[in-house]
């Protein structure tokens, strides 16, 4: 069961991936998870820093359970990029990744220092997946950066032009160029 605390971290990572950091206040975090008014400083003594840091260690989390539960480097491309396209369509484009939000708005180093951690372990656990199937590990490093970056940056085109389509493009050129990669790591 989740718990109330839990609740508020959840919704602030909801709505940060919506709004953004900077429209993102504890308020709406209190009425969009039902949390009495009081608990926000009970839970989150450190105020709306700890909040959105946890938020993002939520996003990370949730994002990084998505790579590690793929059973190859293709299938942990369609499992991120196949989430993020239902979340696209199913908010309307409202919805992108809460971790972009935070890197780019966020004016508190606290904050950007928890964006950078959940980036530089997505791209590990990438690396490790593409290094596992096969490939050399300095390859693995810039082919899970090129994986990241490309993926984040065509969420952000998508929203934008509320069209999956660049998304859809760079999912399909990240698998060939993973096809590619086993194909020349054979013998």
């Given at each position: 069961m989740v718990t109330p605390r839990e609740?508020?971290?959840?919704?602030?990572?909801?709505?940060?991936?919506e709004r953004g950091a900077h429209s993102t206040a504890i308020a709406n975090v209190l009425e969009h998870s039902g949390a009495p008014r009081g608990s926000a400083y009970h839970y989150f003594p450190g105020g709306?820093?700890?909040?959105?840091?946890?938020?993002v260690d939520y996003a990370a989390d949730f994002?990084?359970?998505r790579i590690a539960s793929a059973a190859s480097s293709l299938e942990a491309i369609d499992h991120i990029v196949d989430g993020f396209r239902t979340q696209l369509v199913e908010s309307d484009y409202r919805a992108g990744c809460p971790v972009v939000a935070v890197a780019v708005e966020a004016d508190n180093p606290e904050v950007i220092e928890r964006a950078?951690?959940?980036?530089?372990?997505?791209?590990?656990?990438?690396?490790?997946?593409?290094?596992h199937d096969g490939v050399a590990t300095d390859r693995a490093d810039e082919l899970a950066m090129l994986f990241m970056s490309s993926i984040e940056g065509a969420i952000v085109v998508a929203r934008s032009t509320r069209d999956v389509k660049?998304?859809?493009?760079?999912?399909?050129?990240?698998?060939?160029?993973?096809?590619?990669?086993?194909?020349?790591?054979?013998?």
């Open positions: 609740r508020m971290v959840i919704s602030t990572a909801l709505l940060i991936r709306r820093t700890q909040l959105l840091c946890e938020a994002t990084s359970n950078a951690a959940a980036f530089t372990r997505w791209t590990g656990l990438i690396a490790d997946r593409l290094t660049p998304l859809e493009i760079v999912h399909r050129h990240l698998r060939a160029t993973v096809a590619a990669e086993f194909k020349e790591s054979r013998p």
